[in-house]
């Protein structure tokens, strides 16, 4: 599905550093991560917990889509979205993340 410019502008990605990892309590695949966007701090709710471990979390710099309305994944509010990409098969999911140092809450586009 092709959308036009002015839908692709009103989305606000942004570069987020990640500040706490917990496991959700209510779900074995989903962590609940801290991150910075700016001096903003928000929680994101993500399936990403059979890919990383926590540790390797902290301090990486990702693509938040900071714009989306909050949603309630099994009982905690999903304050944005990660991006990640995907093989065909889901066997191999990456963080889409940033190659050098640059602050967190800057403006992808």
């Known amino acids: 599905m092709e959308i036009e410019f002015e839908q692709w502008a009103n989305m606000d990605l942004r570069v987020a550093e990640i500040i706490d990892v917990e496991d959700h309590p209510n779900a074995d695949k989903l962590y609940v991560l801290r991150v910075l966007i700016g001096e903003e701090e928000r929680t ?22 900071a714009n989306l309305k909050p949603a309630v994944l099994r009982g905690i509010e999903s304050q944005g979205m990660l991006l990640a990409a995907s093989d065909s098969n889901k066997e191999n999911v990456v963080l889409l993340t940033v190659d050098s140092d640059i602050e967190s809450g800057a403006k992808v586009g």
Do not use: D, H, N, S
């Not at 994101?44 to 902290?58: F, H, P, Q, S």
């Open 44 to 65: 994101i709710v993500a399936g990403i917990r059979k890919y990383y471990g926590r540790e390797e979390l902290i301090g990486k710099k990702i693509i938040v889509f």
